[in-house]
């Protein structure tokens, strides 16, 4: 017996002492842990570290926190913060995803801390802060970290997205869920920067209040805020086109271009328009949409408002269910008859088959470029979709709200602050998390220290290398502007001289859209 077990002891042995010997397709491997050695599969965070210092926004937002602990023992801000801030680039979507990232101790010195703390300990931080204190913190972080870059007319797009729920959390209430119906869920009421797809404010509220009035307040606290910053246009879907969120843009003097929705009053203004021979044309620049406008008095609205229709025929194959004479009549009979409605069919020439979007708005610009404004919106549903299934909105969910509040802010934050690195380097485009990452991030990082310098050996894994050192060289360069700048005036702000540098190299793709030759100067 002693001899038959004298292999296990021996491998058991060797993988406890750290060295291991793997027989793979390629030949034999031996395999030897080295627990001791700084590495990090996050090498290249030494240059996003350096965009950070170089703007000096994450010492800020550290020295703001609200966070304090009484015991000497405990983990100072810094490292819950910086903790948070690696594991959400690192592409966690639960508190417990944060382990991965808890070894990295060369992402560690480049952050400036002390080492990672662990996922416990970043819940316990976040539950220790006063709701009243990280309300203010965070909503100015967010703020601060777009405001210098709206210096140019821009558009403001609210929308609000459903975040389900799969426990007992506070606020998981069963409303508005088109995804996932009868599942308990939260809302986060976003307020977007058109075009450069940045979050201003990320509200959470419980799962039925996900209408445009609960975001009333939040969007007037923003527009308040902002002050001589104030967007040139606020757009919005069916969701915001009441008298809630008109009032809040008319007490200000603000333009708005808000979808309606189809109720009774109006299906009776499109039934009236459409006999009226004074629409647009329908061009290629306007992707066949049609236009007319005319003023509108809703029944829950002060007055009427001036409203653009737009039409567009409808010319692909559609299939159309009737229900059959024994139905209409009340009887039991509920087969339908399916009808196809082809391009040489007789239905196509007697009939037209349309789509229509009402829109309400006081901006006066031309009729034929509301349209292309107003789908523009559409953008910011890629936003959506980036910061739900790349970053972490679709998770870092705890029972109290407060705490998911925190963190859903944070995760938007960490998402601006990298989506203007990523700009940084990329000035042409804009790309999301799933290929910035690989590109500007991942990268094999091994650390060697000698004296007092540390040397870090970068190994990309990516077949794009010499784009990513091009990449590199562009953010670079914008850093050695604010440091040359920041030498002949020291107290400036170089978080703005940062953004202004950004914007110079990215103009036209701020701010409202180029306008077309008949679009009006807005009044």
Same mark, same amino acid.
């Given at each position: 017996m002693g001899e038959a077990n004298e292999p296990k002891k021996t491998a058991l042995a060797q993988a406890s002492e750290g060295a291991m010997v793997v027989d793979t397709m390629g030949g034999r491997v031996h395999v030897r842990w080295d627990e001791t050695a700084q590495a990090t599969p996050h090498g290249q965070i030494v240059f996003f570290a350096e965009f950070l210092a170089t703007a000096g926004v994450f010492d800020r937002w550290v020295q703001d926190c609200p966070l304090h602990y009484s015991s000497p023992n405990a983990s100072r801000p810094r490292e819950v913060l910086g903790t948070l801030m690696l594991g959400i680039l690192a592409g966690s979507k639960r508190y417990a995803h944060i382990a991965g990232v808890r070894g990295d101790a060369v992402a560690a010195k480049a952050l400036g801390l002390r080492g990672m703390v662990s996922e416990d300990s970043v819940r316990r931080a976040l539950a220790a802060m006063v709701p009243a204190a990280s309300e203010p913190w965070m909503r100015s972080a967010l703020m601060a970290s777009v405001r210098e870059a709206l210096d140019r007319p821009w558009v403001l797009d609210i929308d609000a997205t459903?975040?389900?729920?799969? /426990?007992?959390? =506070? /606020?998981?209430e069963i409303g508005y869920n088109p995804h996932k119906p009868g599942r308990p869920s939260h809302v986060l009421?976003?307020?977007? !920067? /058109? +075009?450069?797809?940045?979050? $201003?404010?990320?509200? $959470?509220s419980s799962g039925k209040q996900h209408t445009s009035g609960h975001a009333k307040a939040a969007m007037a606290r923003l527009l308040d805020e902002l002050g001589s910053a104030a967007p040139a246009l606020v757009r919005g879907d069916c969701g915001y086109g009441n008298e809630d969120i008109i009032d809040v843009c008319e007490q200000r003097d603000l333009r708005y271009l808000l979808r309606l929705?189809?109720?009774? +009053? !109006?299906?009776? $203004?499109? =039934?009236?328009l459409f006999r009226r021979e004074d629409w647009t044309r329908a061009t290629e620049a306007s992707q066949g949409w049609q236009a007319i406008e005319d003023e509108l008095r809703l029944s829950g609205w002060s007055k009427a408002r001036r409203v653009v229709v737009l039409r567009r025929r409808i010319k692909n194959d559609i299939a159309i269910t009737a229900k059959n004479a024994a139905n209409k009549r009340g009887q039991k009979d509920t087969n339908e008859q399916l009808v196809l409605a082809l391009p040489h069919d007789e239905v196509q020439d007697n009939a037209q088959v349309w789509e229509y979007t009402v829109l309400a708005t006081n901006a006066q610009y031309d009729i034929a470029a509301i349209g292309q404004l107003y789908r523009d919106r559409c953008d910011c549903e890629n936003g959506f979709d980036e910061l739900k299934n790349q970053w972490g909105w679709g998770g870092f969910t705890t029972q109290d709200m407060h705490r998911s509040? *925190?963190?859903?802010?944070? *995760?938007?934050?960490v998402y601006n602050w990298w989506s203007w690195y990523v700009r940084a380097a990329n000035p042409q485009a804009r790309r999301e998390a799933l290929t910035s990452r690989p590109l500007l991030l991942a990268a094999v990082g091994r650390a060697a220290s000698s004296g007092n310098q540390t040397t870090l050996y970068l190994t990309p894994m990516h077949a794009e290398a010499s784009l990513i050192k091009s990449m590199i060289a562009n953010v670079h360069a914008a850093i050695q502007h604010v440091k040359a700048a920041a030498e002949q005036l020291p107290k400036l702000d170089r978080w703005r001289v940062l953004l202004a540098y950004i914007c110079q190299r990215i103009v036209g793709q701020i701010g409202l859209p180029t306008p077309p030759p008949t679009l009006a100067a807005p009044g």
């Open positions: 459903i975040k389900p729920l799969y /426990g007992h959390q =506070e /606020g998981a009421h976003t307020f977007w !920067v /058109g +075009n450069l797809r940045l979050v $201003l404010d990320a509200v $959470l929705r189809k109720t009774a +009053n !109006v299906k009776r $203004l499109i =039934e009236r509040q *925190v963190t859903a802010r944070a *995760v938007a934050l």
